[in-house]
Nanobody, 117 residues
Framework: QVQLVESGGGLVQPGGSLRLSCVAS????????MDWYRQAPGKQRELVAT???????NYADSVKGRFTISRDNAKNTVYLQMNSLKAEDTAVYYC???????????WGQGTQVTVSS
């Protein structure tokens, strides 16, 4: 089964930036739409950003203009560049497959992002 490994989280001050990475252990990464999700304490997991196989992107309204999703198919990696971070961005961030195939059955451990002064 596909393993997803997220990294790059940490503690950052409001207004700061982080770049998250997610590596997928699949040789056919290139054919998958990929999503970034986040889950804050006591809240449901929410979809943050999507990137298709052709590189088209879509974002939740709450992060539009601040976050950028990208991918490197040669490295089986999807990225999330997060700028102008706010306290409400604090959450555990996960990646997974998107599109019509839906998420892989197993999720990674996620990466914690904490925005605080």
């Amino acid at each position: 089964q596909v393993q997803l490994v997220e990294s790059g989280g940490g503690l950052v001050q409001p207004g700061g930036s982080l770049r998250l990475s997610c590596v997928a252990s699949t040789s056919i990464f290139v054919i998958y739409t990929m999503d970034w999700y986040r889950q804050a304490p006591g809240k449901q997991r929410e979809l943050v950003a999507t990137i298709t196989t052709s590189g088209s992107t879509n974002y939740a309204d709450s992060v539009k203009g601040r976050f950028t999703i990208s991918r490197d198919n040669a490295k089986n990696t999807v990225y999330l560049q997060m700028n102008s971070l706010k306290a409400e961005d604090t959450a555990v961030y996960y990646c997974n497959r998107g599109g019509t195939l839906g998420p892989f059955g197993n999720w990674g451990q996620g990466t914690q992002v904490t925005v605080s002064s």
